[in-house]
């Protein structure tokens, strides 16, 4: 198993254009933003990347926590580490569970949590506020999330990987016991860069959601 860190320091967090929830503006330091990268064939296969992060206000920084699986002996453990992460968070007072277009990603690990008979579902420790719903309920139209990074001035490193080409990567990590030794270390930070850029993007567009109109 991959466990990657990351700690990500801010400047001034202004809460004034957050986005606005239960009549709080707040909520950021409640809340956990989460993104999976997965391979699915008919049903649920794995969880190939997990990726959260929340704000901690005390270091004014985003902390940012990434599982990547090498191997299919690790498909449950990933899913033991993500249910032990949600309860970590619960701990910390974390009641929020942030995403972008996030029923996938739940639909997959529910999925995965039932098949291997873990007693655990994240919507009911958390509430859910899906940023891609609640663009849609504001706008009336939808939008992907690049489009909406586009909009906040958000601008990504690296370059972007679409989710046939992860999960094709993640097939061949299952198939293939020895597929993540073969594997360039730059292919591996680029797919972790990728997800940490998609949970730390969550919270910037969270944050500064009132000041597109």
Not at 39 to 51: D, L
Not at 62 to 85: C, D, F, G, P
Not at 176 to 197: F, G, S, V
Request: proline share 1%; hydrophobic share 35%.
């Amino acid at each position: 198993m991959i466990v990657r860190e990351n700690l990500i320091e801010l400047k001034e967090v202004d809460e004034t254009y957050s986005l606005e929830f239960m009549n709080r503006k707040n909520i950021y330091k409640e809340a956990v933003y989460f993104d999976l990268e997965h391979y699915v064939y008919k049903k649920p296969i794995c969880v190939g990347v997990f990726g959260c992060c929340y704000y901690d206000e005390e270091l004014n920084s985003i902390v940012v926590t990434q599982y990547m699986i090498e191997n299919r002996s690790e498909v449950v453990e990933i899913l033991h580490l993500a249910e032990k992460y949600f309860k970590k968070a619960e701990e910390k007072n974390k009641k929020f569970v942030i995403t972008f277009s996030g029923n996938n990603d739940f639909h997959v690990i529910n999925y995965l949590f039932e098949k291997y008979k873990i007693d655990f579902k994240i919507t009911e420790h958390f509430e859910q506020i899906d940023l891609q719903k609640e663009y849609e309920k504001r706008f009336k139209e939808s939008t992907g999330l690049k489009a909406l990074e586009k909009k906040f001035g958000i601008e990504r490193e690296g370059e972007l990987i679409s989710g046939s080409n992860l999960a094709k990567t993640f097939s061949k990590v299952i198939k293939d016991k020895d597929y993540i030794i073969r594997m360039p270390a730059e292919k591996i930070t680029k797919i972790l860069l990728y997800n940490e850029q998609d949970v730390v993007n969550l919270f910037h567009i969270l944050i500064n959601w009132d000041k597109i109109s």
